[in-house]
């Protein structure tokens, strides 16, 4: 069914109407922003890279027997027209893609048991970890990669919570039901985390790729995520340890299947042209976590980390019949250069944050974090990344400057001159009426092609972003 603008916002009024008049509700409370965020490459041809019209509205309501609803959705204009053919001049669709984001929607009921249990049911936002946006205890919510900018972005659950309060200690335990897979990037920083441009020996080149998502089953066994979190206060010390049943929603290849369309052999070279067909799925993961935070003085400190134990996965490489046959195959093979089947998951890894930040008397607020296996690592491939956010506040908080905010990455700290990235990140913001903010800033990488962030060197940007929230 496909819903019209109007009648999209006439059902919210709707909604919003019903609960506001419910017997013994209180009135409704909607809070949210305005956003407008245009962004601009400076290299090459110079045209514009993200262009995003977005109303964030939140509502609650507190309704009757001590339960409560709670709502946030964003009706957003993303992208650019997309006009092909004379047809999509009569879509307004066409020419201002939208969508709506239910990004959460459950209804509490809380002080059940003596006021030892609470309840929430619906689409929902578990957040669990202390470090500052790059949690790796935090997976029973999938990433949302959509903005690569904005880290740590992660999509609402449809599941079942409960929290249960025990003294000084309260244990929260959610079941996710139906697995969802992260959302990945849509700009061309895409090829940074998950590059298409494969090579498979000198000589041999790809023209041609083709890939097959396997989702695992709708069924309990197959589908159902679960965690379990325990959370205290210590010495001003906040601890939790948590323990998560989940899958990665992160697909990782199974299978590759790799055919010759021409191939040419001469003294000492083979030059070949291939296409390659992939298989991926989501594995099992089991993962095991503990975070803290508190302060050392004036001085905040978070650090968290997980250990995950993946189900294990080989990856198959197969040659086709006619590849295998021919004069390449026989070159793959014998020189090992293709070993089937390679391990890609293969017994535990761990990934963990530390992090500090400071506010001193002049303003200026500075936060850094060390990172060991950012959002999209797995396996044996996880490298070290430094974040800085420093910022100075003047002129009765009207002007914030962001001069230093930078992620530096290091592939290979035996080679950094070939592992490098250096990702800059300065903003200047300024706030000319309360709640509302105007910013301008940039994107500007260097680095190598050894490196995440390095791949996409050449997609510098500047953006301007607006904000009013109410």
Known sequence: MILSHSSVLCTIAAVSLALAQAEGASPLTLSGSLLADTRAHVRGAQDFSWQEYRLDLSGSAALPGQSRFIADLW???LG???VKHLDDLYSKDRLSPWNIDLREACFDVYALAGNHLDLRIGRQRFA???ADRINPT?????????????????????AVKATVYLGGISIQAGIVPVFKPAVLPRSEMAQSLFPMNVKIIPGITVSDTMDTVTMPLTSPSQSTQAGLRATAKLFDWDLSASYVYARDDLPVARTV????LDFTSFIGTIAADAKIRAELYYPRLRIAGLDCAGAIGDVGVRAEGALFFPEKTDMTVALSDSLARGAIGMFVVQSGMLPAPAAVLDGPYFKFVVGADYTFKNNIYLNGQFIHGFLHERGDSLFDYLIIDASWTGFDDRLVIKPANAAIEVHDFRSIHDSYAVVWLPEIGWRPVDNTEIALGAHIIEGTSGSTFGKADDQDEVYVRMKYSF
Request: charged fraction near 25%.
């Open 80 to 82: 650019f027209p997309q």
């Open 128 to 130: 669990w970890g202390s």
């Open 138 to 158: 935090d997976n029973l919510n999938p990433l949302d990669l959509e903005d690569i900018w904005d880290f740590g972005r992660r999509q609402g659950a449809d």
């Open 75 to 77: 009706l957003r204009c």
């Open 257 to 260: 299947t790799i055919t010759a």
